[in-house]
Each structure stands twice: as structure tokens, then as C-alpha cells.
């Protein structure tokens, strides 16, 4: 298709955790599941500070109601309810809150952008209630904590700038908070 090879549309949707993990191939295109990671961000300076963050970092390891505790597999995480019974949940990945925004986007998104820039549609989506850290994750501050979508223009505009001169790219990018 000479049109296709031609000109590339991309078209990266960054949406309110991440709702992305294992990058699809060329030959796995009709791949079309819903990939999920489940992302604990670090807790914040006012949960450090106050009683709930002395009680929640206390009950990561005893697993007590409400405290999670983290896979070595890294896809999975048990969860005691409030009636203490442990539940494990699996994901594609589980990122811990000592998981870095880089490690998070090498992870989880860069085999996204790789695969947008071979011409497949991909949505990079956070969920959660208030607080959960959606747009630290998404936006994070300026630096070397700047989130998934930094990171993500970035990596389209290297790839553009680094393109054949005879490629034209158009660019859309739709955020929804």
C-alpha cells in the first residue's frame, strides 16, 4: 500500500493506571485483549507523616486488613479484606512503590510507542480513585520523574526526527482527565 508507507498517522490517547503491558508484534496484531498493570504508587508526605501512613507501612508485612503484599513474579499481589481473608489478584504486571517512573514507562509503555510508531492504535489509560497517583503516573512532575506521557512524546519525536526524509507524520495526541 503506497499511501501507508507514505505517511504515518499516529495517534497516542493518554487517558485518566496504566491499562497497558506486553507489547503486540507485527504477527500477534490481531491481539486486541485489554492489558492491565496494577501500579502502588510511593505514599506521599502527609501519609508518611500521619497516623494512617504508620499504620499502613506497618501492615504491609504482617498483611494485616487492608495491606497488600507483592508477588515475586511480579504479575501478582494478595490483598487481606477486612475480614482478613487473603485474596490474590494477577495482573500483566505489578509495580511496587518502589517502582520508578522510569522503570514504569520501560516496563509497561515504551513497547507501546514502538508498536504506535509501526502503525497500530494504542491507548495508555490510569484508573483510580482520588489520589491513587494517576497523574503522577500520567503527567508527573518536570525531570527525571516526569511521567508516561512525557516520555512518550519524547520518544515519538526522537523516532520522527530519526525517520527516513521522505516520511510525513502527523501527530494527534487526545489527553481526557
Known amino acids: 500500500d503506497a499511501e501507508y508507507m507514505g505517511t504515518r498517522n499516529l495517534s497516542v ?3 485518566l493506571q496504566m491499562a497497558a503491558a506486553e507489547p503486540l508484534q507485527s504477527e500477534e496484531a490481531s491481539d486486541s485483549r485489554v492489558h ?3 501500579r502502588f504508587r510511593p505514599m506521599i508526605e502527609r501519609e508518611l507523616s500521619g497516623t494512617a501512613g504508620a499504620a499502613a507501612g506497618a501492615a504491609v508485612g504482617s498483611l494485616a486488613a487492608g495491606a497488600a503484599r507483592f508477588g515475586a513474579d511480579g504479575k501478582s499481589l494478595a490483598f487481606a479484606a477486612n475480614d482478613y481473608e487473603e485474596r490474590t489478584f494477577s495482573f500483566d504486571h505489578v509495580l511496587t512503590p ?3 517512573q ?3 514507562y520501560e516496563r509497561v509503555c515504551s513497547s507501546y510507542v514502538r508498536n504506535l ?3 497500530f492504535n494504542v491507548t495508555i ?3 483510580g480513585q482520588t489520589s491513587s497517583g ?3 503516573t500520567i503527567q508527573g512532575p ?3 520523574d516526569r511521567g508516561v506521557l512525557p516520555r512518550a512524546v519524547e520518544e515519538i519525536f526522537s523516532a520522527i526526527e530519526g525517520a527516513e526524509p521522505n516520511l510525513e507524520f502527523t501527530v494527534k495526541v487526545s489527553v481526557i482527565e
Open 134 to 136: 494517576k497523574t503522577f
Open 125 to 127: 489509560m490510569a484508573y
Open 13 to 15: 490517547c493518554s487517558r
Open 142 to 144: 518536570a525531570g527525571a
Open 98 to 100: 518502589a517502582t520508578t
Open 102 to 104: 522510569s522503570e514504569l
Open 117 to 119: 510508531l509501526e502503525g
Open 36 to 38: 492491565v498493570a496494577c
